[in-house]
């Protein structure tokens, strides 16, 4: 893609305004959590909000001509093929617990493909990209290629989730097959997950009940990582929905004859 | 205490050592981890015994008179009547796993109380500390007072714990009757789940099975910001166990009071 440096250097802007949005407002006293909907608690709060203007303003300046799907603000059409598809804060549940496992989530679509994607952590300075030729992490520690690991069977793989019941009483029957086979599962993680799967350092992540926002990014960064994510019958996870992310093709093919009973 | 800043600063250079043995097998290739109990995989790590090596040997050379009690490396005697209490690596499972909840854990005991503690994380930079005058976070983004949070009722509440299923069956079964009554219940975080709640973040956090270099660091830490922590049923917490650490006396009494069924 022609552009592809000038789509890189848009995202880096808009995860720096969204950082730059975001930072007072964590862990500070004046966050109030409201509550979008009260049944299952799903707090949005003014950093997701700020985040997310934050974000549409610079692709204004950058790219008018681009199309913007945002968790907070909708659908923006556009007229170049390209969407940028955006969660201004994935795991706000830990951002109002003030864990570092939440992230901004950007991603690139050109309508068949997520082409790039970014799971920004500005606390620990932390942003992890994939896709146009990139697949990195970058952060106070200096920046590393991100690449999954190889030769893992499932007996010995580690499982992230963020919830224990993982979406609903089938899907947590299903989610738990697999869990049983795992060495570890660990919860709590939200998008820090998928980082952590393209750093190599957990095997597979499974959940259900996403939407596009929640993955679009993340699906960028563990591809451009060697990695594998489809929905839990194996077709396109891009809109959401059961997302299995594995590192190799014998994990992913393990855990989703799990999953499927 | 007369040499309150010598221990403080002891404190330090403790967890500055076991920050600088611990960093390069952070999400490296080269770590290994070991089985020590195969049935139900606690690893333990180069780095776990690399860093409790490293706090010993600053202990062997600043105060040679004070007692040792380390995971890795049990008891050595002192004459001092102070006893320091080693945890190199709590949440061995969260690092490597590559996930930041994982900390080093320094506790000081005269005895009778733990008078001071530490919870440090060595890839965030983000370091705890609570007693002799202390109740403080220091990290990249500034150094700031630890207070719990007041007035939020159990309704209201969050709640962490580090394994869904808590201890034993009958553990896990109190622990979800408080789990039931919160507003928030999160998993996975380890002993940072204690800053949390030092930093007003958090309300609670309820676990079992713990040792007392597990809970040593962290409940000096959450008492110096005026949280309280003991055992289920409202005695001392210092030698592990069941242990629950709240933000109010009111949480403190439902919380128990629930877990009693």
Redesign the interface.
Known sequence: MQDASRIIQTAHEMADAARHAI?PLF?S?DLVADNKRPAD?DPVTQADRAAELAMREVLARLRPDDAILGEEYGSTAGTSGLTWILDPIDGT??F??????WGVLIGLSDGQDVIYGMIDQP???ERFEGGLGRAQLAG??GTRDLQV?RDVPLERA?L?TTF?EVGTTAEGASFRRVAAKA??T????DC?AYG?LA????DLVIEAGLQSYDIAGPLAVVQAAGGIVTDWQGGPAAQGGQVIAAATPELHRAAMALLAG
């Open positions: 930072l862990r006293t608690f549940r830990a109002i617990s003030g864990a570092t496992s606390y620990t300075g106070p520690h690991r580690t992230m224990p060495q570890l660990r919860y709590g993680l820090y952590l750093l190599g350092q957990i």
